[in-house]
């Protein structure tokens, strides 16, 4: 009777566990703090001279790009040509192409095909 109560207790923190672990947090890129400050020519850079170190050093991390905007959507902007830049919300009309800005977001990775860094849920640095 005791094992039974002993499995059924290990089970149920097993179970809690694996729940935590699956239903995590989402991050919250907006208010994490930036690992990496960069401009966008340098980033672009990088990914253009060796993208496999570049993807380590930035792949999934937080970081700040300061550039030019060459392009701009409802809620994407380009900076600098290279860096593709996608918020969750739209953009504010204040902003125009040639504007200098800066922008916080996570890495998602480089396109070898349009030369392009991608980073996701962005937001404007005042």
């Not at 699956?22 to 990914?47: G, M, P």
Request: net charge negative.
């Amino acid at each position: 009777m005791k094992k039974k109560i002993f499995i059924f207790i290990i089970t149920i923190i097993i179970v809690i566990i694996a729940y935590n672990y699956v239903y995590q947090d989402h991050r919250n890129i907006q208010k994490e703090k930036a690992e990496f400050v960069v401009l966008a020519t340098e980033i672009s850079n990088e990914f253009l001279d060796n993208p496999e170190q570049a993807s380590i050093k930035y792949l999934n991390k937080t970081i700040e790009v300061t550039g030019v905007v060459t392009n701009i959507n409802d809620n994407d902007l380009t900076l600098d040509i290279n860096v593709f830049c996608q918020f969750v919300a739209n953009i504010e009309d204040e902003i125009s192409v040639g504007d200098k800005i800066k922008v916080k977001g996570r890495c998602i990775g480089f396109d070898d095909l349009l030369t392009e860094l991608k980073l996701d849920q962005c937001t404007i640095i005042e």
